[in-house]
């Protein structure tokens, strides 16, 4: 386990010149089996895979949950090295925001939308860890959940307009019997409201299933899934078709055959005084890849 800069550096220096090919997985710890599926893909596909542990206080809002994020930092060590990581790179806030710390990597207008709109800053936040991080790894491919789909989007954006040489690769969303998307935030669910959040899948798995029986209508899709939710009195934070290419364009009336469609969601599930915020999203295309995990969200999910 590497905590400082320039340890990693050196460590890295090595790998390089040995021309070895470097995986980089960024995390906030907590580490379940969604992380595993990029640290083995990583692994599988590079010779050196770093992991990084890292909760950025820059990407949580003044009312959000940085301080009772889950922090299971030995646990997470085993998992990524039983996994295949070479080296876990973890940190503190000094360590990546050293003081005088002035600068700020900002996105602008797909940060705007979905859980933008929600979360003032939030990407801010995500971009200027992701550059620090990136840069000081300097890896062949850094792997991210589909999970967090307009996080990738932001920072393969990013990742372009900056000319940086790090090939971003979306890895599928890694999910639960019942289809939940797995996610560090699970853990603050109680039976019941675990239980309550099996519905978030199910809402998403209708649209898959009408999409694929050849419904094109947004908002008969919408409806669907919607009603679903309301018979579990839910109303999510946003349910919305928008286009995979450029996130700040809605999809509205009917989806072409040629549609490359993101449906997100973002839900609070309340229970008992707790409140916890889950996204999830499916993409709609033509790839075959995609109908493959509508089909598989569909057989957990009923
Ligand atoms: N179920 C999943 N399948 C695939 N990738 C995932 C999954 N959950 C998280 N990831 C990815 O793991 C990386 C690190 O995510 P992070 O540590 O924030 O975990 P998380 O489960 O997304 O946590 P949170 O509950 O805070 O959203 C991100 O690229 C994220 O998209
Ligand atoms: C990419 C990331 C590690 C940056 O802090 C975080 O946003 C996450 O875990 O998805
Ligand atoms: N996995 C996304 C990180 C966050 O919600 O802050």
Redesign the pocket.
């Known amino acids: 386990m590497i905590t400082r800069r320039n340890e990693l550096f050196s460590y890295l220096s090595e790998q390089r010149l040995n021309k070895n090919s470097i995986g980089f997985v ?3 710890g907590a580490l379940h089996e969604g992380h595993v599926s990029l640290i083995q893909k990583s692994s599988s596909e590079n010779d050196c895979t770093v992991v990084s542990i ?1 909760v ?1 206080p820059k ?1 949580f809002g003044p009312n959000e949950d940085f301080a009772k994020y889950p922090r299971t930092f030995q646990n997470d060590i085993d998992i990524a090295t039983q996994h295949g990581a070479k080296v876990i790179f973890a940190p503190s806030i000094e360590e990546m925001y050293p003081q005088g710390f002035l600068t700020q990597v900002s996105v602008s207008s797909i940060t705007e939308v979905l859980c933008g709109a929600h979360r003032p800053g939030h990407f801010n936040g ?1 971009t200027t ?2 550059l620090l991080l990136m840069n000081l790894v300097q890896a062949n491919y850094i792997y ?1 959940g589909q999970k ?1 789909f307009q ?1 990738v989007q932001v920072i393969k954006k990013m990742a372009n307009d900056l000319f940086h040489p790090t090939k971003v690769i979306m890895v599928p969303t890694y999910r639960e019997k019942d289809g939940l998307a797995m996610s560090s935030r699970n853990r603050y669910l109680s039976e019941e409201a675990r239980k309550k959040a099996s519905i978030i899948p199910k809402a998403l798995a209708l649209i898959a299933k009408e999409f694929l029986n050849g419904e094109k209508s947004i908002n008969q899709l919408l409806k669907i899934s919607l009603n679903e939710l309301k018979k579990e009195n839910l109303t999510p934070q946003y349910l919305e078709f928008r286009k995979v290419n450029d996130l700040t364009q809605k999809y509205e009336g009917n989806l072409s055959s040629e549609a490359e469609a993101v449906v997100a969601i973002a839900q609070i599930i309340e229970f008992e005084g707790t409140s916890t915020r889950l996204i999830d999203n499916i993409l709609l295309g033509n790839d075959s890849a995609n109908t493959k995990a509508l089909e598989d969200l569909i057989a957990k999910a009923f």
């Open positions: 960024p995390t906030m890292f950025n990407q995500v860890v992701v991210l967090d996080q």
